[in-house]
Nanobody
């Protein structure tokens, strides 16, 4: 079965950096565009970044220039490097992908994603 396991979250001061990872299994990772979303209490899941099968990336305006998404298809792992962190980046970060039975593409809509990890919390202090 599909499994997505995030790791690497934690507490960091504003202006600092943090990297989170997502270990994927149960599907052909290299065939799938991969996504990062985040959620804060009381809010909907928010698109953060996505990367295509061939490594083309796209970002939310709020993180562009500060965050970098990457993937290692040999390790079935997705990464998110977060620099110049701000308190408003505080959230639980989730990786997600679509079902193999669908047209695999990048989407900024959480409802379009079928598989989600349990998330890893990131807290940015002032």
């Amino acid at each position: 079965q599909v499994q997505l396991v995030e790791s690497g979250g934690g507490l960091v001061q504003a202006g600092g950096s943090l990297s989170v990872s997502c270990a994927a299994s149960g599907f052909i990772f290299s065939d799938h565009p991969m996504h990062w979303f985040r959620r804060t209490p009381g809010k909907e899941r928010e698109f953060v970044a996505a990367i295509s099968r061939i490594g083309i990336s796209t970002y939310a305006d709020s993180v562009k220039g500060r965050f970098t998404i990457d993937r290692d298809n040999a390790k079935n792992t997705l990464y998110l490097q977060m620099n110049s962190l701000k308190p408003e980046d505080t959230a639980v970060y989730y990786c997600a992908t679509m079902s193999s039975g669908r047209l695999l593409t990048i989407s900024r809509r959480a409802d379009d994603l079928d598989y989600w990890g349990k998330g890893t919390p990131v807290t940015v202090s002032t």
